[in-house]
């Protein structure tokens, strides 16, 4: 009898060894395993790539969870970051209210005023923080609308401008607020003719020629300390040292700053006295003779208060549940106007400045 073999026949998938015998049509088995090798390698195959399948899945899912764990928490970073910035821009709000009520009690009733006499800045306690509320009085400043050349070249040199540039700076001011600016000069300044009348608001000497925006504003320069190091100082700008408000040429001495001091004719050297000299308290109107004494010609440009306009400058810091202070600062600004008796209400917002800048 004679068999042919036949090797791996594949039936279902299956792989098997069988024997076919021509005559009878018999055909047998030749495995002995119960389980073939070739369907062990199949499982093990299947076995693999579904792991591999699960290993792709988790990895992908990680990582769409790292995604949103990030996004989550960066969204909940800004969204904390604004509700502190708002909660800083009511409690600022807050402290320009009551440094504005304290002041018109201390104008009503000047024995029983909180506010110490000539006193720059003030800083109030509240539960949820700490507001700093500093005082600017429009007296501190020199009318841009009346101030005289001279005293705007001098100004223009205090901010650091030489003294041809600082002398066109004044008669390009003075042009702009008698409207004699004549056609306008397409390559220095504006296109749009001058209004020919006082200006209104500060900030329209930033379309004055020559003004740039750090001349306006103000800037930061490199100055060197008492050790010899450098470090950044702020240089003042006009908006700093020129208002629209004011009747007179004098300026407060306990708010001028040096740069106006030296517009109304001070030396460097009284500059400096006057400001050492204000640094260890306010200069009351009983000690301004004192200091008249040394500014020399502008002796009778300076005088001690004057406050029914003023800007009052609040920062506020929050204090967070530990008891220490957030780093996140908000600045605000009001410019407050105390009006005489007679008049509907004592205090008029005249302006309101909902971001500020602050020291």
Same mark, same amino acid.
């Given at each position: 009898?004679?068999?042919?073999?036949?090797?791996?026949?594949?039936?279902?998938?299956?792989?098997?060894?069988?024997?076919?015998?021509?005559?009878?049509?018999?055909?047998?088995?030749?495995? +002995? =395993?119960?389980?073939?090798?070739?369907?062990?390698?199949?499982?093990?195959?299947?076995?693999?790539?579904?792991?591999?399948?699960?290993?792709?899945?988790?990895?992908?899912?990680?990582?769409?969870?790292?995604?949103?764990?990030? +996004?989550?928490?960066?969204?909940?970073?800004?969204?904390?970051?604004?509700?502190?910035?708002?909660?800083?821009?009511?409690?600022?709000? =807050?402290?320009?209210?009551?440094?504005?009520?304290?002041?018109?009690?201390? $104008?009503? %009733?000047?024995?029983?005023?909180?506010?110490?006499?000539? #006193?720059?800045?003030?800083?109030?306690?509240?539960?949820?923080?700490?507001?700093?509320?500093?005082? $600017?009085?429009?007296? =501190?400043?020199? %009318?841009?609308?009346?101030?005289?050349?001279?005293?705007?070249?001098?100004?223009?040199?205090?901010?650091?401008?030489?003294? =041809?540039?600082?002398? #066109?700076?004044?008669?390009?001011?003075?042009?702009?607020?008698?409207?004699?600016?004549?056609?306008?000069?397409?390559?220095?300044?504006?296109?749009?003719?001058?209004?020919?009348?006082?200006?209104?608001?500060?900030?329209?000497?930033?379309?004055?020629?020559?003004? +740039?925006?750090?001349?306006?504003?103000?800037?930061?320069?490199?100055?060197?300390?008492?050790?010899?190091?450098?470090?950044?100082?702020?240089?003042?700008?006009?908006?700093?040292?020129?208002?629209?408000?004011?009747?007179?040429?004098?300026?407060?001495?306990? +708010?001028?700053?040096?740069?106006?001091?030296?517009?109304?004719?001070?030396?460097?050297?009284?500059?400096?006295?006057?400001?050492?000299?204000?640094?260890?308290?306010? $200069?009351?109107?009983?000690?301004?003779?004192?200091?008249? #004494?040394?500014?020399?010609?502008?002796?009778?440009?300076?005088?001690?208060?004057?406050?029914?306009?003023?800007?009052?400058?609040?920062?506020?810091?929050?204090?967070?549940?530990?008891?220490?202070?957030?780093?996140?600062?908000?600045?605000?600004?009001?410019?407050?106007?105390?009006?005489?008796?007679?008049?509907?209400?004592?205090?008029?917002?005249?302006?309101?400045?909902?971001?500020?800048?602050?020291?």
């Amino acid at each position: 009898m004679t068999w042919r073999t036949h090797s791996c026949v594949r039936r279902r998938h299956s792989c098997r060894r069988s024997a076919f015998h021509p005559r009878t049509g018999v055909e047998k088995s030749l495995d +002995t =395993a119960p389980k073939s090798a070739c369907a062990t390698g199949n499982r093990r195959g299947r076995r693999g790539s579904a792991l591999l399948a699960v290993l792709w899945l988790s990895a992908a899912l990680a990582a769409i969870g790292f995604s949103l764990a990030t +996004t989550i928490h960066g969204e909940t970073e800004r969204t904390s970051t604004a509700l502190d910035g708002l909660r800083s821009y009511y409690l600022a709000a =807050a402290g320009i209210d009551r440094a504005a009520v304290e002041v018109l009690w201390g $104008i009503q %009733n000047p024995a029983a005023s909180t506010i110490p006499q000539g #006193a720059t800045q003030v800083t109030y306690h509240f539960a949820s923080g700490d507001v700093r509320v500093e005082f $600017i009085p429009e007296a =501190a400043k020199l %009318n841009v609308n009346r101030a005289s050349l001279e005293d705007l070249t001098r100004l223009g040199m205090a901010l650091g401008l030489d003294e =041809a540039q600082a002398d #066109a700076l004044a008669h390009s001011i003075d042009q702009a607020r008698t409207g004699a600016a004549g056609p306008p000069d397409l390559t220095q300044g504006p296109s749009f003719p001058p209004s020919a009348a006082s200006l209104q608001e500060i900030e329209e000497l930033l379309s004055v020629p020559g003004v +740039t925006p750090e001349l306006f504003y103000g800037t930061y320069g490199p100055q060197q300390d008492a050790a010899g190091g450098m470090h950044l100082t702020r240089r003042p700008g006009l908006v700093d040292c020129l208002s629209v408000y004011g009747r007179g040429s004098q300026v407060d001495v306990n +708010t001028a700053s040096p740069a106006v001091l030296a517009a109304v004719g001070m030396n460097p050297g009284a500059i400096a006295a006057v400001v050492a000299r204000r640094s260890a308290g306010p $200069i009351l109107q009983e000690q301004l003779g004192d200091v008249t #004494a040394m500014a020399g010609e502008a002796a009778g440009r300076l005088r001690v208060g004057g406050h029914s306009i003023v800007t009052m400058r609040a920062t506020a810091r929050l204090r967070l549940d530990d008891g220490h202070f957030s780093d996140l600062r908000r600045t605000v600004a009001a410019m407050v106007k105390y009006m005489p008796p007679g008049y509907d209400a004592p205090i008029h917002i005249l302006r309101w400045y909902d971001t500020a800048w602050s020291d």
